[in-house]
């Protein structure tokens, strides 16, 4: 048997959306697009929701819209996908790393409350928090918290957002993992001041590629979406450009796409809730392996990726290349951000520096995973792992 790592989720309802639009001579900022932002409105309560073409491009604006620039500093972590730091580089600011809780792999709380407090004290305090070099000159101030919702599971918001509040620090929150999860109750995406998800086929919605912004903030929103439409501000024509913008805009094909997948969205979800008790129920008790963690806020998790943790020692490397060579692929999740190459040389970062992401890096491991996965293909995945380990 071979299994995929994930395939996406589609029925006739996504082809003949998408197909619609090809009888159509509108294929960019049409009515699809709107119907798209309007349902991702209705299902989050959002004020404000703004298809872009990537999750990556949704964080971008939003650091643009919280006013992020260069000089500034940004509190995240290096548990994450790569663009959650990126976006921050792209601004010219700086990201600032505290590490992860080691159950769920979200934003570590003490550290983050200790880091906020250094960082805003400033001096000799702040400087035990910022990387060995890279930093420049300059005096930096901390403006922002870009948090993540670790594979479909909310970080603590309403601690994160006693954190900021004092200082009047912007929240980011990365939601790319985690569509449909519910912190305390309340959907994510609207947790911070600006929510991104992202629809890249791997991901719980897809549009092939594609992302979306959420939020309450009119001003904020309005210059986002002149931002992804090459700064173009309401009342521009096609060639006045108010900003300096991107072309970060979604097509009618892909929104298509998207508001059928979100026609279908609870479906989805269960499917893939189906999926991962299938997987904890038979991975529970393998020796070695640990399954995913749920906090107790999470009052529902929206799985991404199902990620085992394997006991220390057990040789990771080994156990994925004779699970590929049964067909299963695997892969480690995350690659710390800090110890990719472009980091180190930039930043100096080394083995070390952050401990909990690391050990979560070196013993993480995703295993196949979609909501069109079967229970047959779920019992072969886990009993080659049994008999590998
Ligand atoms: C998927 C993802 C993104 C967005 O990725 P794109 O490929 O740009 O859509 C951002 N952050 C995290 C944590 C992600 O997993």
Request: glycine share 10%; net charge negative.
């Amino acid at each position: 048997m071979r299994v995929p790592m994930s395939s996406p989720d589609l029925s006739d309802l996504e082809r003949q959306a998408v197909m619609q639009v090809l009888h159509t001579p509108t294929l960019s900022m049409g009515e699809q697009i709107e119907a798209f932002e309007a349902a991702f409105c209705r299902y989050l309560g959002a004020k404000h929701a703004i298809g872009v073409n990537s999750g990556t491009a949704a964080l971008h604006l939003c650091l643009l819209a919280a006013g992020i620039g260069p000089d500034d500093w940004v509190l995240t972590t290096p548990f994450s996908f790569v663009a959650s730091t990126n976006v921050i580089l792209y601004v010219n600011a700086l990201p600032i790393f505290v590490d992860v809780e080691p159950t769920t792999g979200n934003i570590d709380l003490t550290q983050a409350a200790q880091a906020i407090q250094d960082l805003i004290e400033g001096g000799t305090a702040a400087r035990r928090w910022l990387p060995r070099r890279g930093v420049g000159r300059r005096k930096g101030q901390l403006k922002a918290i870009l948090g993540i919702d670790v594979f479909g599971q909310p970080a603590d918001w309403d601690t994160l957002r006693a954190l900021a509040a004092p200082y009047g620090l912007k929240l980011i929150e990365d939601s790319c993992e985690a569509l449909g999860a519910e912190y305390k109750g309340r959907k994510v995406g609207l947790l911070g001041d600006y929510g991104t998800f992202g629809f890249y086929p791997n991901k719980q919605i897809t549009t092939g590629e594609g992302g979306m912004i959420v939020t309450n903030d009119d001003e904020g929103a309005s210059l986002m979406r002149a931002l992804r439409n090459q700064g173009r501000a309401p009342g521009d024509t096609w060639l006045q450009h108010t900003y300096l913008g991107y072309n970060y805009r979604l097509d009618e094909l892909s929104a298509a796409l998207g508001l059928a997948q979100m026609q279908r969205l609870e479906e989805l979800l269960r499917r893939r809730e189906q999926v991962a008790a299938w997987y904890n129920q038979r991975l529970q008790n393998i020796p070695g392996v640990e399954i995913p963690y749920i906090a107790s806020q999470t009052t529902r998790m929206s799985w991404f990726v199902y990620v085992i943790r394997l006991a220390p020692g057990i040789d990771r490397a080994g156990v994925a290349s004779r699970l590929a060579e049964r067909g299963i692929p695997v892969r480690p999740y995350f690659l710390p951000i800090h110890l990719q190459p472009y980091m180190q040389t930039r930043f100096g970062y080394r083995q070390g520096d952050f401990p909990v992401t690391e050990d979560l890096g070196e013993r993480g491991l995703a295993l196949p995973f979609s909501g069109v996965m079967s229970e047959d293909q779920v019992d072969y995945v886990c009993d080659a792992l049994r008999q590998v380990l």
